[in-house]
T-cell receptor
Framework: GESVGLHLPTLSVQEGDNSIINCAYSNSASDYFIWYKQESGKGPQFIIDIRSNMDKRQGQRVTVLLNKTVKHLSLQIAATQPGDSAVYFCAENPASGATNKLIFGTGTLLAVQP | ETGVTQSPTHLIKTRGQQVTLRCSSQSGHNTVSWYQQALGQGPQFIFQYYREEENGRGNFPPRFSGLQFPNYSSELNVNALELDDSALYLC??????????????FGPGTRLTVL
């Protein structure tokens, strides 16, 4: 069935280092992907998105890479800060019908050490 | 802040009871989606509402139902509550249900505990 999974459930980095969070997806027809950040007790917060006709997109301190050949998505955070500590989810919009639903993975906990 | 609001923040119910959760979408957004997030898991799509009609449904039983009002706000109703219904219920709004083109913005969620 459709699924979006993450390779690492927990990632611990030092403040100032770069972080890379990985995600694998199974639906090759998916054409839209989003990264969300979720802090404890809050709803998911949009970080960055990418469409399937792109392989890279940059935001402020974040970059998303999409490799459709191996169905892999990654989120790079530059100069990681303590405020980046949270659970990060990748989500895909499967190409099925007119409903804009999202399929989420289980998440990666990013822990930033001072 | 996304502008999506949900109420109540927390709720405790007992098994067999019914619950109604509420969501106000972000200004300018006419589509509302509901998700269930169990502890330690990613959100799971329940259903979506567009122009007061259900516009897609995930793998949830009929005791999960919803409404959307002319002002685009929405309700999620769950009947005959079960212990496994304990979760964070998230509402997300987006401008329109055009597949693959509209980001969904989430509210803070309602934490439901079923005893």
């Amino acid at each position: 069935g459709e699924s979006v999974g993450l390779h690492l459930p927990t990632l611990s980095v030092q403040e100032g280092d770069n972080s890379i969070i990985n995600c694998a997806y199974s639906n090759s027809a998916s054409d839209y992907f989003i990264w969300y950040k979720q802090e404890s007790g809050k709803g998911p917060q949009f970080i960055i998105d990418i469409r399937s006709n792109m392989d890279k997109r940059q935001g402020q301190r974040v970059t998303v890479l999409l490799n459709k050949t191996v169905k892999h998505l990654s989120l790079q955070i530059a100069a990681t800060q303590p405020g980046d500590s949270a659970v990060y989810f990748c989500a895909e919009n499967p190409a099925s019908g007119a409903t804009n639903k999202l399929i989420f993975g289980t998440g990666t906990l990013l822990a930033v050490q001072p | 802040e996304t502008g999506v609001t949900q109420s109540p923040t927390h709720l405790i119910k007992t098994r067999g009871q019914q619950v109604t959760l509420r969501c106000s979408s972000q200004s300018g957004h006419n589509t509302v989606s509901w998700y269930q997030q169990a502890l330690g898991q990613g959100p799971q799509f329940i259903f979506q509402y567009y122009r007061e009609e259900e516009n897609g449904r995930g793998n949830f039983p009929p005791r999960f139902s919803g409404l959307q009002f002319p002002n685009y706000s929405s309700e999620l109703n769950v009947n005959a509550l079960e212990l496994d219904d304990s979760a964070l219920y998230l509402c997300a709004s987006s401008p329109a249900p055009h597949r693959g083109t509209d980001t969904q913005y989430f509210g803070p969620g309602t934490r439901l505990t079923v005893l």
